[in-house]
């Protein structure tokens, strides 16, 4: 709750935001209990806190290709799809604006998490999405310079729930920014 009251006090300030669409991509590691995979696109309304510091809200639409049952394929269960929507928090920041073809960033985020099915499955609807993540620039100074980069994701409902594996994930993201 605190979260979206926070989302709410800082709308103002993204008022005159940049706007970057990027798709993301990616899977969990293969274990007991299966694998996970991701689509998702990211709609990010960003601000400069200084010249080399981000700070930006993401509204990202997900959809997970996982396991049907925790219990992982030995019962023949299969994989289902599940819709999701995460809200977050992000903070990037760029280690050399001074070039004008390539800036090099690391960025983390975190916020909540909505989806239509349990995410692990058999654990909880509601979880909180953690990620960090690098990549770069591409022509910063164009008019949509494009942004290549990886990201890791940890997905956990923080333990308000009985059962609270947590989900990791690699994924990999492409798009542009809009000035």
């Known amino acids: 709750m605190?979260?979206?009251f926070l989302l709410i006090a800082l709308l103002p300030t993204l008022a005159s935001?940049?706007?970057a669409v990027y798709a993301t991509g990616g899977q969990s590691p293969k274990?007991?209990?299966g694998q996970a995979?991701?689509?998702a696109l990211n709609i990010e309304l960003g601000r400069a806190l200084s010249p080399r510091t981000d700070f930006a809200f993401v509204l990202a639409p997900m959809n997970f290709d996982q396991p049907l049952s925790w219990f992982g394929d030995q019962f023949g269960n299969g994989?289902?799809?599940?819709r999701a929507l995460?809200?977050?928090?992000?903070?990037?920041?760029k280690f050399n604006v001074d070039s004008s073809r390539v800036h090099v960033y690391g960025e983390?985020?975190?916020?909540p998490m909505w989806a239509e099915k349990a995410v692990p499955a058999s654990t909880s609807r509601f979880n909180f999405v953690h990620q960090l993540g690098t990549g770069v620039v591409l022509m910063p100074r164009a008019r949509f310079p494009l942004m290549v980069g990886y990201r890791f994701l940890h997905i956990s409902n923080g333990g308000y729930s009985p059962r609270n594996p947590g989900l990791n994930m690699s994924s990999v993201i492409l798009g542009v920014r809009v000035r």
């Open 2 to 4: 605190r979260t979206l």
């Open 17 to 19: 935001a940049e706007i």
């Open 31 to 33: 274990t007991f209990h």
């Open 37 to 39: 995979n991701l689509q």
């Open 79 to 82: 994989n289902e799809d599940v």
């Open 86 to 93: 995460s809200a977050s928090l992000l903070l990037r920041r």
């Open 108 to 111: 983390a985020s975190s916020g």
